[in-house]
């Protein structure tokens, strides 16, 4: 047990993945490797877990609230299983001004779910998140934390949506 919660929770395999991103750093820096690892642990298991943050934590000796902080301060950390596809719609000011909070809705409306939820099918996650540094081609989203989509109109969401759904969405 590490800090009370199984060993077990992280693959061998991603601990030596953890080590050799811990390599790049000064020994007495391994933490500055938080983020890598976190981003290990969710290739892994499609999220970022308590207990997967306590044994990281374990690992680059820090606390499990500083790895929390961590993980709850990006949107590209999953604190929970997520869909196939996570959407993310950008609601920060300038974004709202250009239609940011209607794309929000739109995609509520379309997908049967609100800001948080996953679809029953389990292809769609709907997330709004702080700006993704594109304000001037708002509305925008990010597909799967990967790929930015811009001046995102209704007819636009609706197609994105059904072609996600059709290239492999259950």
């Not at 934590?57 to 820090?62: E, F, P, Q, R």
């Not at 779910?113 to 709004?128: H, S």
């Not at 925008?140 to 969405?169: E, I, P, W």
């Amino acid at each position: 047990m590490i800090s009370g919660t199984p060993v077990n929770v992280i693959s061998e395999e991603a601990k030596v993945r953890f080590a050799r991103e811990v390599a790049k750093y000064p020994a007495d820096q391994k933490q500055s490797a938080v983020m890598a690892c976190l981003a290990i642990v969710q290739k892994e298991a499609g999220y970022v877990s308590t207990a997967s943050e306590a044994v990281v934590a374990d690992y680059l000796g820090m606390t499990p609230i500083a790895v929390h902080e961590v993980t709850t301060f990006y949107n590209m950390y999953n604190q929970h299983p997520v869909g196939q596809y996570k959407l993310n719609v950008c609601t920060n000011l300038p974004c709202q001004l250009r239609d940011g909070g209607r794309a929000l809705k739109h995609l509520e409306q379309k997908l049967a779910i609100k800001m948080g939820e996953t679809t029953a099918d389990g292809v769609f996650t709907l997330q709004q998140s702080e700006c993704l540094g594109a304000c001037a081609d708002s509305p925008v989203l990010l597909v799967n934390d990967q790929t930015m989509c811009s001046f995102m109109s209704n007819d636009k969401l609706d197609q994105l949506v059904d072609g996600l759904r059709a290239a492999g969405g259950k």
